[in-house]
T-cell receptor, first 113, second 115 residues
């Protein structure tokens, strides 16, 4: 009965590979997000979807592509992985577009070697 | 442009001490929301509180209290009688109406509570 679940929890892959991270929420929230947390713990928003519609698309390389098949899912696909993509990626959801507190997933630690 | 500053990078206290984590924000909007989140060593991010810009009432929840002062653009967080389990990174965050309520986070304050 996890509220926001991300898979996988850990992902180790080689440079140049393509990988996906899946996120699902069972809270009935309208809005979902992807955040990146770097090695210094800095959290930066990447994308925000409201009812499957892209709302926020920060300055993120176009190798990153979010996909929201329905409002309960927001997946993140990354092409041609680079060393600098290594980070922890958090999915989150909220009832109101950024006005409600976020419920975060447990994070996916991506390591590119 | 919105900005959140958590000037304290790390704080170390001994159990049972009170500790205040500072947060200063910048925004041009009159409508905005402020948040605090906790990230314990296990890594998950936990929502603690939300405040909107029209509600300056301070809040207390158990050992936690928050002091919102628009005059100084601050939203400080105090833990009373700290415990080892309070050891975590604490993030202050701001969401403003301009730009679709994008939430930005401060750099975080790492709190160590020693037994």
């Amino acid at each position: 009965d996890t509220a926001v679940s991300q898979t996988p929890k850990y992902l180790v892959t080689q440079m140049g590979n393509d990988k996906s991270i899946k996120c699902e929420q069972n809270l009935g929230h309208d809005t979902m997000y992807w955040y990146k947390q770097d090695s210094k713990k800095f959290l930066k928003i990447m994308f925000s979807y409201n009812n499957k519609e892209l709302i926020i698309n920060e300055t993120v390389p176009n190798r990153f592509s979010p996909k929201s098949p329905d409002k309960a899912h927001l997946n993140l696909h990354i092409n041609s992985l680079e060393l600098g993509d290594s980070a922890v990626y958090f999915c989150a959801s909220s009832q109101e577009l950024s006005r409600g507190g976020y419920t975060f997933g447990s994070g996916t630690r991506l390591t590119v070697v | 442009a919105q900005k959140v500053t958590q000037a304290q990078t790390e704080i170390s206290v001994v159990e049972k001490e009170d500790v205040t984590l500072d947060c200063v924000y910048e925004t041009r909007d009159t409508t905005y929301y402020l948040f605090w989140y906790k990230q314990p060593p296990s890594g998950e991010l936990v929502f603690l509180i939300r405040r909107n810009s029209f509600d300056e009432q301070n809040e207390i929840s158990g050992r936690y209290s928050w002091n919102f002062q628009k005059s100084t653009s601050s939203f400080n967080f105090t833990i009373t009688a700290s415990q080892v389990v309070d050891s975590a990174v604490y993030f202050c965050a701001l969401s403003e109406a301009t730009g679709g309520f994008k939430t930005i986070f401060g750099a975080g304050t790492r709190l160590f509570v020693k037994a």
